[in-house]
């Protein structure tokens, strides 16, 4: 084992040096033109990729070398487990990829940290962490698909797609990196074997490989709506590509807002509707919609936006850390360190970390803050109640300034944002009809007494299971509030397409969404009301399941299974559906087709 560890170390040696010589002068470089520590997930994205496609590209390279069939036969026949023997291949590449991959990045960190100015906080030393992690789970994927039978090959980068759909960060995301490298590793254990083309043996190997096929093959059926809607884009009508259908969601989100209030007006009985409908033409309307979806959480690898903001008065450049949550300052002329400044004049460190929005403003969870140049402080200007998360950035809206939160619109007196500093209290507070997640916008006009409101539902509601509609409220002077008018707004799509992910595998979906939530964090804009499935769509969802199980005990006779393993695959048709019958057939071989194929080729070889 350590001989053959080793000759791989020995095989790879150069290339590797190379590789991560290159790496650590293009991080130098990158160094130097910019700050690589405070760049967005976007960036860290297309640095992973490519971390994942050179660990792909070497796992292919390496086995695709060893499974030529002498060679493989030569490689098994030694005296050691093909357990053992995998892990030591696998081995000297992990302790390559590290050196190629993590060292680099590593020395990069270090360097920020101990020889420069710039925030290098102890989040970064996850970077190098991360990037060995994927890189290990682009060979194992590239090693799979190689190993694998061609039937299921492609299916080795499922282990892939966990992290990319995960919502969890920092520890949380390299949890979910590290199961899937443990979950990739299982994979390519279980095909490593004599005979690549068998189905693979004993329960553990079956399970290893048959979740991973019936996840990828759920996700391929749930990807198929994209060709369906290409075609519905080719036959030009498309709710999206063209003019959208009457009284819909898409109609409503691209409405001016002055027109949605009067399509909201006009079924109402109230007596001054007919009043404010002619005032919706003439009078300016403002509209609010949550966007404040990924604000910064304490030990992100990546930032959801940048995290820095330039004072070109003062020229000094102000980074958040997240670890003593704090903002610190760097001259932009000489880059030596200036203060550093944090919550209120006491500068105190931020129980919700800030994120720049633009102008002066900085806006947390908990609020936003205001930076006064002249004094270098940030002041708390909107301050939102206990439980309450911001989900949108304040906006003008006449004499007032407009806020939403995941619970609540809150107005604010606008000559109250002075050169005082002081917070403002809010004049009035509307509760919200429906989660964060279920809001689309949020349109305000003003009226002699109050704003009258409108507030569009359905988020998701166009190629997904929600319900769109549209409420108007009257919010007077005295912060009283009076529904005015509802109309529920008509479905874009037809049903289903819109539960197309539900009704292909409803269990598949759960663990599909708890894979994806797994060691994440709730966020706001991602609460939704629960789906209401119509009962056509809970009707074809539950035959699925009772046609996929006689096709999976059809299946099952003809592949030659047999006791428990034909009882597991029978429930799993049964509780799975259309992905597990899929999946069955993709493990395991056809016997009888495979045994026509041998006798048809016996008088030949004769």
């Known amino acids: 084992m350590r001989d053959l560890f080793l000759a791989e170390l020995v095989r790879f040696r150069a290339w590797a040096a190379l590789a991560g010589l290159l790496h650590l002068l293009a991080l130098a470089f990158l160094a130097r033109m910019l700050d690589p520590l405070q760049q967005t997930v976007l960036?860290?994205?297309?640095?992973?990729?490519?971390?994942?496609?050179?660990?792909?590209?070497?796992?292919?390279?390496?086995?695709?070398?060893?499974?030529?069939?002498?060679?493989?036969?030569?490689?098994?026949?030694?005296?050691?487990?093909?357990?053992?023997?995998?892990?030591?291949?696998?081995?000297?590449?992990?302790?390559?990829?590290?050196?190629?991959?993590?060292?680099?990045?590593?020395?990069?960190?270090?360097?920020?940290?101990?020889?420069?100015?710039?925030?290098?906080d102890l989040r970064h030393f996850g970077l190098p962490v991360a990037a060995w992690l994927l890189a290990m789970l682009g060979y194992l994927a590239g090693a799979f698909l190689v190993l694998a039978p061609r039937r299921m090959a492609v299916f080795g980068l499922v282990p892939l797609?966990?992290?990319?759909?995960?919502?969890?960060?920092?520890?949380?995301?390299?949890?979910?990196?590290?199961?899937?490298?443990?979950?990739?590793?299982?994979?390519?254990?279980?095909?490593?074997?004599?005979?690549?083309?068998?189905?693979?043996?004993?329960?553990?190997?079956?399970?290893?490989?048959?979740?991973?096929?019936?996840?990828?093959?759920?996700?391929?059926?749930?990807?198929?709506?994209?060709?369906?809607?290409?075609?519905?884009?080719?036959?030009?009508?498309?709710?999206?590509?063209?003019?959208?259908?009457?009284?819909?969601?898409?109609?409503?989100?691209?409405?001016?807002?002055?027109?949605?209030?009067?399509?909201g007006l006009a079924g109402s009985a109230h007596p001054n509707a007919a009043l404010w409908r002619e005032q919706a033409l003439l009078s300016p309307v403002v509209t609010l919609a949550p966007s404040l979806r990924d604000l910064p959480t304490r030990g992100q690898l990546a930032n959801p936006a940048p995290l820095q903001f330039d004072d070109p008065d003062a020229r000094v450049r102000w980074t958040l850390s997240h670890d003593d949550a704090l903002l610190h300052g760097l001259g932009l002329a000489d880059g030596q360190?200036?203060?550093?400044?944090?919550?209120?004049?006491?500068?105190?460190?931020?129980?919700?970390?800030?994120?720049?929005?633009?102008?002066?403003?900085?806006?947390?969870?908990?609020?936003?803050?205001?930076y006064q140049s002249a004094r270098q402080r940030l002041h708390l200007r909107i301050a939102l109640p206990e439980g309450e998360t911001l989900v949108s950035v304040p906006e003008r809206a006449g004499e007032m300034h407009a806020a939403l939160s995941d619970r609540a619109l809150y107005l604010y007196d606008a000559q109250a944002f002075g050169d005082d500093y002081a917070r403002v209290p809010p004049l009035h507070r509307l509760p919200l009809p429906a989660p964060a997640g279920d809001i689309g916008r949020v349109d305000l006009m003003a009226l002699l007494d109050g704003q009258l409101v409108s507030v569009t539902t359905g988020r998701g509601s166009i190629d997904g299971p929600g319900d769109a509609a549209q409420t108007v409220l009257w919010l007077d002077g005295e912060g009283r509030v009076t529904p005015v008018a509802k109309r529920h707004l008509s479905a874009d799509f037809p049903d289903v397409l819109r539960h197309w992910e539900?009704?292909?595998?409803?269990?598949?979906?759960?663990?599909?969404?708890?894979?994806?939530?797994?060691?994440?964090?709730p966020v706001a804009m991602d609460v939704r009301s629960p789906p209401q499935r119509p009962y056509a769509i809970q009707a074809l969802a539950a035959g699925m399941l009772l046609l996929s199980l006689p096709g999976g005990l059809w299946l099952c006779r003809r592949q030659g299974l047999r006791g428990r393993r034909r009882l597991a695959w029978l429930l799993a048709c049964a509780t799975l559906g259309l992905p597990a019958l899929l999946a069955l057939r993709l493990v395991h071989p056809d016997r009888e087709r495979a045994a026509a194929v041998l006798a048809s080729e016996q008088p030949a070889s004769a």
Request: aromatic letters at 8%; glycine letters at 12%.
């Open 161 to 263: 797609l966990l992290p990319l759909a995960s919502h969890a960060s920092g520890v949380g995301a390299l949890a979910i990196q590290a199961l899937s490298l443990a979950l990739a590793a299982g994979m390519l254990w279980a095909v490593f074997k004599p005979d690549l083309s068998a189905s693979p043996r004993g329960a553990l190997a079956e399970v290893l490989v048959a979740a991973p096929v019936q996840l990828g093959v759920y996700t391929l059926l749930v990807s198929a709506t994209l060709a369906v809607q290409l075609g519905w884009m080719l036959v030009g009508s498309h709710p999206l590509n063209g003019p959208p259908p009457a009284g819909g969601y898409v109609e409503a989100s691209r409405a001016e807002g002055g027109e949605l209030l009067r399509a």
């Open 43 to 120: 960036v860290y994205g297309g640095v992973a990729a490519v971390h994942v496609l050179l660990g792909l590209l070497l796992g292919a390279y390496q086995w695709g070398g060893y499974r030529r069939p002498a060679t493989w036969l030569q490689l098994l026949h030694r005296p050691l487990p093909p357990a053992r023997i995998a892990l030591s291949l696998g081995a000297s590449v992990a302790a390559l990829l590290a050196c190629v991959v993590a060292l680099p990045l590593l020395v990069m960190v270090l360097g920020q940290e101990l020889l420069s100015q710039r925030v290098a």
């Open 337 to 370: 360190p200036v203060a550093t400044l944090g919550a209120g004049e006491a500068g105190q460190a931020f129980d919700a970390l800030p994120l720049p929005v633009g102008g002066p403003w900085l806006a947390s969870a908990r609020g936003v803050y205001e």
């Open 502 to 521: 539900w009704w292909m595998s409803p269990a598949w979906q759960a663990a599909r969404r708890g894979l994806a939530w797994a060691f994440a964090e």
